[in-house]
């Protein structure tokens, strides 16, 4: 049974909920599964697992610094162990921007990182203006209506494929086997 680490990154939930679907689909196929908030700034032995699985949501165009922190706090061990990341982000709602290769914030984490995982997922994320504070809530709908997306201040709209990230979770279970 390979042990699992899921090590996230989350602005508002969102990716946490993927995490946890992961989690399901993983422990599904008997992988042992830790899911682990890299924003706690916690320290955590990375060689108490078989696969590592890093994920994170991008705002703003960005993922946090904490992800590019949690990945460089533990070089040497992700290198010696196989791996997997996956990025969330609106962008990825739209056909052409929806995989590893095509994914303007994949191809900038993977500028700004030498950390080269074997498997890489993007995922959809979800609009939540009614959680948003009231500046977050304005830029977004700005961006959104600048990429032709939903605007409506009073609603939630999600985007995730859940089916593409259980075969993402499928692909991750079998870097067990390597």
Excluded at 8 to 35: A, K, W
């Amino acid at each position: 049974m390979p042990r699992t680490l899921i090590a996230y990154s989350t602005v508002d939930g969102h990716t946490l909920r993927i995490c946890r679907r992961l989690q399901q689909v993983l422990e599904g196929l008997n992988c042992s599964v830790v899911l682990f908030d890299i924003s706690t700034g916690q320290f955590l032995d990375l060689t108490a697992f078989d696969i590592v699985v890093i994920g994170g949501s991008v705002r703003y165009g960005k993922h946090r610094p904490a992800l590019y922190q949690f990945i460089e706090s533990n070089r040497e061990a992700l290198d010696r162990k196989p791996g997997a990341f996956f990025s969330v982000s609106l962008v990825a709602r739209k056909a052409g921007k929806d995989t590893p290769e095509s994914n303007p914030y994949v191809r900038a984490f993977r500028r700004k990182t030498t950390w080269v995982p074997m498997q890489v997922g993007v995922f959809a994320g979800k609009i939540d203006y009614p959680r948003y504070s009231f500046m977050d809530r304005q830029v977004i709908r700005i961006i959104m209506s600048l990429t032709n997306g939903p605007t409506d201040p009073t609603a939630s709209t999600e985007f995730t494929d859940w089916q593409a990230v259980d075969k993402f979770a499928h692909r991750v279970s079998n870097l067990g086997s390597i």
